[in-house]
């Protein structure tokens, strides 16, 4: 083992619970607080790509997450009126017994991760988060806002773009910002038929498509741009999301119809982060969206918080790294694979809002594909 043996994680979010994961498996004792006193989240759909899955697999929770989920063939970009120009699929990253992607609603996700850090003997507190942090050469040693306080080896900041742990850290300067779009989801069952995700292009301003998540269900999506970051009333939110549908061909139409429940529809402004290196300031590091929060345009969130925790596990397992050498290796596995998932995602936005010859989503979502087919 390296000289991390004790760590404090902040946040239990999908960062910070497969963080945990990953250094129980590595033999590191773990303490986990999430401000949160529920372990719940919203029931949205997440898209599952094949690198998700093998850093599933390397965590030993892709069996579960597979059979939470719907495995699915692959991307069907469309244009506006639903006429397939691409298709994309991916590589069975994780092995033949593994699907290349996966649709996975939320809620489900986040039991495997309960489920597998239960198993694991990590300490998790709910309703709780640090009060004060000071570190000293050999310990970093936390205050706790219900009085207790521990000491540790390392602090991983895990609790998203609106890090509290950044902002103790490393100060105000590094802040999220609105990139000029939102996302709009809502569940709904799905044919049986229905066997490939599909993007729809065409409209000016952002996207729409769906995708499988279960036996039972998909979810429908829209990216669409909201000039001036507005906030929408509770109950207009049904009619503002078939109002961004309007247009499309597929199942749009049908689906579109269906959507009447305001308290179920999601919605949230799109925001982007991308810490400058390194991530971490003495024995505080930064992981997921609270280093490299990203837009869903490359459905690659969850994997990246999930591949920031495999290569730290896989770090702090190593026999005789110090916590220099973790840390420093951590980045340079990391850094640059994150920023172009980071900037690509942007881009890709910056395209649909501002329309250009030179834009090219399907020759960048196929870059994408081949990226994150690399070793983590």
Known sequence: MSDIAKVLIVGAGIGGLSAAIALRNAGVEVDIVEISPQAKVYHVGIVVQANCIRAMAQLGIADAAVAAGFPYKGLRICNQQGQVKAELSGAQLAGKQYPANLGLTRPALHQVLLDAVAESGANLRLGLTFSDIEQSANKVAVRFTDGTS????????????????????????????????????????????????????????????????????????????????????PDTLAAEFRKRLEGYG???????????????????????????????????????????????????????????????????????????????????RRFERCKFINEGSVQIGEWEQRPSADADFTGLMAQMINVVAQPI
């Open 150 to 233: 521990g000491e540790y080896d390392l602090l991983v900041g895990a609790d998203g773009v609106y890090s509290k742990v950044r902002t103790t850290v490393f100060g105000e300067q590094y802040k999220p910002r609105f990139t000029g779009q939102g996302v709009w989801r809502y569940n709904l069952p799905r044919p049986k038929d229905l066997l490939w995700s599909h993007m729809f292009e065409g409209k000016p301003g952002g996207k729409a498509g769906y995708t499988p998540l279960t036996e039972d269900s998909l979810y429908v999506l829209s990216v669409f741009e909201e000039p001036g970051n507005p906030f929408f009333a």
């Open 250 to 332: 597929g199942l749009v139409p049908e689906l579109r119809e269906q959507i009447t429940d305001n308290s179920q529809v999601v919605y949230r402004p799109l925001e982007a982060l991308l810490m400058p290196a390194p991530w971490y300031r003495g024995r505080v590091l930064l992981i997921g969206d609270a280093a490299h929060a990203t837009t869903p345009h490359m459905g690659q969130g969850a994997a990246q918080a999930v591949e920031d925790a495999v290569v730290l596990g896989e770090l702090c397992g190593t026999a005789d790294l110090s916590l220099e050498q973790v840390l420093d290796s951590f980045m340079e």
